[in-house]
T-cell receptor
Framework: AQRVTQPEKLLSVFKGAPVELKCNYS??????LFWYVQYSRQRLQLLLR??SRESIKGFTADLNKGETSFHLKKPFAQEEDSAMYYC????????????FGKGTKLTVNP | GAGVSQSPRYKVAKRGQDVALRCDPI?????LFWYQQALGQGPEFLTY????????KSGLPSDRFFAERPEGSVSTLKIQRTQQEDSAVYLC?????????????FGQGTRLTVV
């Protein structure tokens, strides 16, 4: 079964502190992993995907196949990073049929 | 406005009523998806179209749910005899062509409340 687990429903950090949003997945094949973000009153949008190995808005995520994890990290959190973050898996290796986690609400305090 | 557009933004339906939710994808996008997002949950896949062909409807929760995309652009998600458990945000997303580098663009969603 394909499943994405985000163990933290809420995460609160202070501005300038490092932040890590956890994501674990279960899938027998080679999935593609994504992080989507939803800022207040905005639509869900792609933040980054593991295949592109980019750093977006200072965020990075490394796929660890041994631990089946795809944690999202940023060394110095900013207030504008406050949002809902969803980890997602695509079993077919593209963007079809995304399987989402339940999301983590990140609050960055001043 | 070149993004994915959904209407209505909000819909209140009485239990047993039929509803129709509309999605206008980004022009030229081949793939179209519907997701259901219950309160406090992540989006859950409902169905997927490539052009007018419905290639996957494995996520539709019951035969009360029906989706169509007759001309390969606009799509409608219809829910018959709505129940309280159908209350959720319904998200539509589109992408150009499937593949590892394809990004799905989401609409703002339709919030359905069944009373």
């Amino acid at each position: 079964a394909q499943r994405v687990t985000q163990p933290e429903k809420l995460l609160s950090v202070f501005k300038g502190a490092p932040v890590e949003l956890k994501c674990n997945y279960s899938y027998s094949g080679s999935p593609e992993l994504f992080w989507y973000v939803q800022y207040s009153r905005q639509r869900l949008q792609l933040l980054l995907r593991h295949i592109s190995r980019e750093s977006i808005k200072g965020f990075t995520a490394d796929l660890n196949k041994g631990e089946t994890s795809f944690h999202l990290k940023k060394p110095f959190a900013q207030e504008e990073d406050s949002a809902m973050y969803y980890c997602a898996l695509s079993p077919q290796g593209g963007s079809e049929k995304l399987v989402f986690g339940k999301g983590t609400k990140l609050t960055v305090n001043p | 406005g070149a993004g994915v557009s959904q209407s209505p933004r909000y819909k209140v339906a009485k239990r047993g009523q039929d509803v129709a939710l509309r999605c206008d994808p980004i022009s030229g996008h081949v793939s179209l998806f519907w997701y259901q997002q219950a309160l406090g949950q992540g989006p859950e896949f409902l169905t997927y179209f490539q052009n007018e062909a419905q290639l996957d409807k494995s996520g539709l929760p019951s035969d009360r749910f029906f989706a169509e995309r007759p001309e390969g652009s606009v799509s409608t998600l219809k829910i018959q005899r709505t129940q309280q458990e159908d209350s959720a945000v319904y998200l539509c997303a589109s992408s150009s062509v499937g593949g590892a580098n394809t990004e799905a663009f989401f609409g703002q969603g339709t919030r359905l409340t069944v009373v």
